[in-house]
T-cell receptor
Framework: AQTVTQSQPEMSVQEAETVTLSCTYDTSESDYYLFWYKQPPSRQMILVIRQEAYKQQNATENRFSVNFQKAAKSFSLKISDSQLGDAAMYFCAYRSWQGGSEKLVFGKGTKLTVNP | GAGVSQTPSNKVTEKGKYVELRCDPISGHTALYWYRQSLGQGPEFLIYFQGTGAADDSGLPNDRFFAVRPEGSVSTLKIQRTERGDSAVYLC??????????????FGPGTRLTVL
């Protein structure tokens, strides 16, 4: 079974600075998808960025970018020019596609604090 | 358009009682997912519907948990003989439903279930 590990329970960053959140995963599949979701106190999970495993180019979405290292099974999220609104729980997720199910497998999350 | 909605937002019940949690997916989305998020953890997959049928129910913890989606839209998660360990946030997500695609799952705000 696939597993996702986020080794940083909490991180903090100064407003306007850059922060990187770590994620590693374990899988025997060669084709899969990886995601970063943001969960503010409102509880609603919001997709931040996604990466297809077959693409070598790292995904970017405005201030958010990833460093995808397939051989190392690493998928880190970089947030540039951090804003107060970025404060939230961040979850790394793996998209499992076994037996027709497209369930997400999540890590335990990293709580990001943005200091003014 | 409207996002995924879940009712109730909060539910408090007593041990041994029966509860129903409702999810209204985004209109036109054929895939629907239920996840459970315990305190300090990432969401854990419970069940996945494609249309009216449960395509994968491997995440349901035991036979006290059951979910239906009779018309391929609204889904109800049913928990019998609730236990204190069932206390968690129950998240619902929906997606357009395309196997093998980068099908994004959109989440609702969740139902916080507390079993006393």
């Amino acid at each position: 079974a696939q597993t996702v590990t986020q080794s940083q329970p909490e991180m903090s960053v100064q407003e306007a600075e850059t922060v990187t959140l770590s994620c590693t995963y374990d899988t025997s599949e060669s084709d899969y998808y990886l995601f970063w979701y943001k969960q503010p106190p409102s509880r609603q999970m919001i997709l931040v960025i996604r990466q297809e495993a077959y693409k070598q180019q790292n995904a970017t979405e405005n201030r958010f970018s990833v460093n995808f290292q397939k051989a190392a099974k690493s998928f880190s999220l970089k947030i540039s020019d951090s804003q107060l609104g970025d404060a939230a729980m961040y979850f790394c997720a793996y998209r499992s596609w076994q037996g027709g199910s497209e369930k997400l497998v999540f890590g335990k999350g990293t709580k990001l604090t943005v200091n003014p | 358009g409207a996002g995924v909605s879940q009712t109730p937002s909060n539910k408090v019940t007593e041990k041994g009682k029966y509860v129903e949690l409702r999810c209204d997916p985004i209109s036109g989305h054929t895939a629907l997912y239920w996840y459970r998020q315990s305190l300090g953890q990432g969401p854990e997959f419970l069940i996945y519907f494609q249309g009216t049928g449960a395509a994968d129910d491997s995440g349901l913890p035991n036979d006290r948990f059951f979910a239906v989606r009779p018309e391929g839209s609204v889904s109800t998660l049913k928990i019998q003989r609730t236990e204190r360990g069932d206390s968690a946030v129950y998240l619902c997500a929906s997606s357009q439903g395309g196997s093998g695609s980068t099908d994004t799952q959109y989440f609702g705000p969740g139902t916080r279930l507390t079993v006393l």
